[in-house]
């Protein structure tokens, strides 16, 4: 059974930065997409980003292009998101999450989530 | 951007009832739309792909139609633990969209 946990989260001030990643088991890490996904207090969820199985393609919602950037390392079973420029607006839950077999464009499973704190 | 709108923001059904939710696409998504249903303090399951397809693992009381720019997903029979959040998003264009929820409570 797949699952996911992530880690990394934590309180960083405006402007700062900080890196997530997300330890996957229990399927074949190397063979899937990866999307990260993120739920402010009260929100909805919202698309964050997306990395192809070899890393090879990436999409970034447009409130992170420029400031934050997926990557995985296959050999080490971790996707990361690196997280620049932070601002308030960035304060969620980040959760990563499995693509299908079939289709990029949906997630599961998702993992517990690390909360990502922006204040000074 | 495709903007998702999920109706009613608050929908309350006694258990053993049906509840109806409701998912519109401000363009066509195709069939390209899946369901997920989140707990307090949980990370959001997947319920319903490509529109009317469950999941593993899903009960049969959980059905999604629709096609297009309208959705609906039906709970047939409520449950206890069926009462949550309930969250469309559509996956025909970048970047992936999500509405903005239904709270499923108790009557």
């Known amino acids: 059974q797949a699952q996911l946990v992530e880690s990394g989260g934590g309180v960083v001030q405006p402007g700062g930065s900080l890196r997530l990643s997300c330890a996957p088991s229990?399927?074949?890490?190397?063979?899937?997409?990866m999307h990260w996904v993120r739920q402010a207090p009260g929100r909805g969820p919202q698309w964050v980003a997306f990395?192809?199985?070899?890393?090879?393609?990436?999409y970034y919602a447009d409130s992170v292009k420029g400031r934050f950037t997926v990557s995985r390392d296959n050999s080490k079973n971790t996707l990361y998101l690196q997280m620049n420029s932070l601002r308030d607006e960035d304060t969620a839950v980040y959760f990563c999450?499995?693509?299908?077999?079939?289709?990029?464009?949906?997630?599961?499973?998702w993992g517990q989530g690390t909360l990502v704190t922006v204040s000074s | 951007e495709i903007v998702m709108t999920q109706s009613p923001a608050t929908l309350s059904v006694s258990p053993g009832e049906r509840a109806t939710l409701s998912c519109k696409a401000s363009?066509?998504?195709?069939?390209?739309l899946v369901w997920y249903q989140q707990k307090r303090g949980q990370a959001p399951r997947l319920l319903i792909y490509?529109?009317?397809t469950r999941a593993t693992g899903i009960p049969a009381r959980f059905s999604g139609s629709g096609s297009g720019t309208e959705f609906t997903l039906t709970i047939s029979s409520l449950q206890s633990e069926d009462f949550a959040v309930y969250y469309c998003?559509?996956?025909?264009?970048?970047?992936?969209?999500f509405g903005q929820g239904t709270k499923l409570e108790i009557k």
């Open positions: 999450a499995k693509t299908s077999d079939s289709s990029w464009g949906w997630f599961d499973p």
């Open positions: 998003q559509q996956y025909d264009n970048w970047p992936l969209t």
């Open positions: 229990g399927f074949s890490f190397s063979s899937y997409g």
């Open positions: 363009q066509s998504v195709s069939s390209k």
């Open positions: 490509g529109a009317s």
């Open positions: 990395i192809r199985h070899d890393g090879g393609t990436k």
